[in-house]
Structures are given as C-alpha cells and as structure tokens.
C-alpha cells in the first residue's frame, strides 16, 4: 500500500490548493490503484479508500463523478460509503450504480428510492435482480411509469401483498395487464382477477369497433375466450384478504378521505383489514409489518406508530382492540395508555424512521 501512502500525500496538498483538474487527476489514480488491487483486500483497506475517494468524489464536476460511478459499479467490493454518496448524486452519477452496483443492500435501495424520486427509481428497476421489500416499496411510492417497468422486470421478485397491488391496479390500466401477463410468478388466487380485467379491457376495446347491435356476440366472444383461459389454468376465486381492503383504502386515499379520523372510524368497527391498510398507508409502512404491528406479539409498536404520527390516544386505543387475548383487556389498556403518554414525539417519529427502513430489509 505505499502506493496509497503517496496518494495520500498528495491529497491534501490537492485539497487545500490544488485546481479542479489536479483533484481529477488524483481521484483517477486513486481509482485506478483501487480497481487493480481490489480483489486482494481487506475490509481495512477498502475503508481508507472509502474516505479518501468519497472525499475527492464531492470536491469534483459532474463528469468526472460519472466515470468514477461507471468504473465502481462492476467492482463486488467498492467502497460501500463511496457508492452510496453516488447513487444519492444526480441521476447521471447515480445511474451506473443504481443499475449494476451488487454493493448497494436493500435497505440501501429503499432508502435511495424515498430520498431521490421517479428517476432514481425507473435505474433501479433495470437492476439485474430485485427483492420483495424493493418492488413493494416501488409499488407503493413509484407511480405509473416506475410501477410499469419494475412489473417488466422478470428478474424482479414480488410479495404476495406487491403482486395484489399490480393486479388490483391492472383492472384500470391495460398497459399494466399486458405487462403483467408475461410474467409466470404470479399467485393462482390472483390469475382469476389478472383475467377478469382482461376479459372486461376486451369486451371494452370490442365493443367500440362494432356496432351496438353486436354487442351480444362480443360479449360471449369474450367469455368464451376466458372461459377457455380459465379452464387451462385451473382459476381459483380467493383473492386474498388485503384485495378488496386495499382496494377500498385506495378509494378514500384518492378521494382525500383517508385520515386518522378514518381509521379510527375503520378500528372501531372491527374492520379489521381495512384499518391496517389505512395504517399502511398513512404511515408509509407494508402491509405485512403493519398487520405485525398491530396484531402482533410486540404490544409497544402501535403506540409508537401512533405517537409517530401525532395521532391521538383514543385512535390508537382503537387499534389496540383489534388485538386478540388479553392485550386488549381493561389492565393491558391502561398500562398501553401510561406507555404512550410517556413517549416523547422525537422518540416515537424517530422509531417509526427506523421501522420504516427495516420493513425495507425484511
């Protein structure tokens, strides 16, 4: 490492006068001793790299930062802290690692997706594979455009909960059905809705080519197509027990309906699934960790979501009675309601960050 030693001489006589083009130069070099040497180091090595390239990396123009994440994204060890700083850099800096980097985690990918937007996203869905806490939180924070190419991804992995959501969105959108149609991941209770939408896009598309007289010969032309599809592939009618309450709480998220009033209302009607999903939403968390949150073993996580949130004690004690057994009885309620006033709101909104990163990782 004398090499290094020689480098880092010369940095900080860079840093403190050397011009643009001199700190070019040296990042090069330090890139290029990095790259060679890479396969033979060790987790203490890559570390002075990390600070020291990170470091020239944010003291230097656009262009050179794009070759560096070029030349970084194909190394299985780069520096972790270096190709985070690019891939939270402009999109034309972050695209070569937000596409082929194997350093970034997924919790990496989450985060980078809800800190930068649309662009960021549609670079990691070209990924060459994405896991399911990825492709749901793209699902749920995309768009259009982000949730059309991560479906095209068939590389790409989805939740349970992830695919219910592409599927209840395809019934509106027949771009998404065709896309989705080329996958063979997708669950049987969810091919029978994925069909319905597609016998009800054709009957649509049909019927505005044909004269109104013929609308009864299209429509049994159409069942007669699915009827055909469902036989093949032996469609089932359970659509799962989040389908229509997602599909319900989209509805009131749309309308600007959805608030905490609205899931206290949800809550105290024993709408059980419907409170969750209003929960989810409202908290930017997936379904599978809020049901855990809520229903789960863990009694504190409610109160610090609720707290998180700013909500009051009366609707997260409506959640709490969702619950089952004896953490809903009267002495459970009273301490649950001693533990959520002596939760300070930093406290509270600073645990609902973390959980927020760890329903990434999960």
Partial sequence: ???????????????????????VQILMRLTDLFVSTAATMGDDQISVFDVVIGRLARAIETRARVELSERLSIVPNAPGGVVRQLALDEIAVARPVLVGSPVLSDQDLVAISAAKGRDHM?????????AEPVTDFLILRGGRVVTHAVAANQSARFSRHGMGVLVMRAVQDDGLQATLGTRS???????????LAAKNSARR??????????????????????DAVAAQDQLQDDLGKFSAALADIKAFHDEG?????????????????????????LARLGLQATEQIILGPDRDAVLLVGRGLGWSWETT??????????????????????????????????VLGFLRMRDGVQ
């Fill in 122 to 130: 549609l670079a990691i869905t070209e990924r060459p594979y994405l």
């Fill in 205 to 226: 598309r049909l019927a505005a080519t044909f004269e109104p007289a013929m609308g009864g010969a299209v429509d049994r032309a159409v069942e007669r197509s699915a």
């Fill in 317 to 350: 004690r409506a959640l709490i009675t969702l619950r089952k057994g004896d953490g809903k009885s009267a002495p459970a309620v009273e301490r649950a309601r001693q533990n959520f006033r002596n939760l300070t709101p930093v406290t509270a909104q600073r």
């Fill in 257 to 281: 309906r959805l608030d905490e009033a609205k899931v206290a209302e949800l809550a105290a009607s024993g709408a059980i699934e419907h409170a969750i999903c209003g929960v989810a939403i």
């Fill in 1 to 23: 490492m004398s090499s290094v030693s020689a480098l880092l001489r010369d940095l900080e006589a860079t840093m403190s006068r050397g011009s643009g083009d001199e700190r």
């Fill in 185 to 195: 991941d997708i669950p049987a209770e969810l091919v029978e809705q994925l069909t």
